[in-house]
């Protein structure tokens, strides 16, 4: 059951991180290959996307 709680919250907080990253004003194709890395790696792509990737990527992918 706990298990099936931390899956949940890794789909939503996965989803939002996709939602984010598509508003970027980026390239489409870059910005559809940071949202695949970040929803196959789960929460390891999650972190370094919460941590580091919101502030750093938008710029670098420009």
Not at 16 to 43: F, P
Request: no cysteine.
């Amino acid at each position: 059951m706990i298990g099936f709680i931390i899956w949940v919250i890794g789909v939503v907080l996965a989803i939002k991180a996709v939602l984010e990253i598509m508003r970027w004003n980026v390239d489409g194709v870059k910005k559809l290959l940071v949202a695949i890395l970040v929803l196959l790696t789960s929460w390891i792509g999650l972190a370094v996307y919460y941590f580091w990737g919101r502030e750093n990527l938008p710029q670098m992918l420009k």
